[in-house]
């Protein structure tokens, strides 16, 4: 990501005065049943950290990623507010540079970032049964764009996992799955 994205970014988060409680993303609302109470989680641009504080009072352990370091600091500061600092990590990354190194985990949350380039790593990040949760911006019901998912193209991104839901319209498309169970 070029320092001028970043620093877009990082306006972007300044402008930002929401103290928004902890949620997981609206897309994956119907599905709160299938996040797990416990292991881990990796949130890729996690923005404020709304989705990493809602895994960690869940009972995970959080491990959050954005490119900005103003949400970054916002996301500590949830962390902190809402009981959960022991159980979040937050670190600055360039997800344009690829998914920092790690161990597998039980959930990949990854709400409004799209990187075509990103899908094997994320898949490949999660525990045999983990559970990925994605929701991109979509030309489905909207126009397109650079940024935005084709028609299908999260479905055929993780055809090897479990589709557990999916939907694509007004703009945007999201997938929940799990990993086999067994190693790949």
Request: charged residues 20%; contains cysteine; hydrophobic residues 45%.
């Amino acid at each position: 990501m070029s320092e001028q994205d970043r620093i877009r970014w990082d306006a972007a988060y300044s402008d930002h005065e929401s103290v928004a409680a902890p949620a997981l993303p609206q897309a994956f609302v119907g599905l709160t049943d299938r996040f797990p109470v416990t292991g881990s989680a990796l949130d890729v641009a996690c923005g404020t950290g709304r989705g990493s504080v809602w895994l960690a009072q869940r009972g995970l352990a959080v491990w959050g990623l954005d490119v900005s370091a103003v949400a970054i600091t916002e996301a500590r500061q949830a962390a902190a507010r809402h009981g959960v600092a022991e159980r979040c990590r937050f670190d600055v990354a360039d997800l344009d540079e690829g998914l920092p190194a790690g161990l597998p985990v039980d959930v990949v949350l990854c709400h409004r970032f799209r990187d075509p380039g990103l899908y094997s790593s994320l898949a490949a990040r999660l525990r045999p049964g983990g559970l990925l949760a994605i929701c991109v911006l979509s030309e489905v019901g909207a126009e397109p764009g650079r940024f935005r998912a084709v028609p299908g193209e999260l479905e055929a991104a993780f055809a090897g996992l479990e589709t557990l839901g999916a939907a694509e319209g007004d703009g945007q498309a999201w997938l929940v799955a799990r990993a086999p169970a067994t190693a790949r």
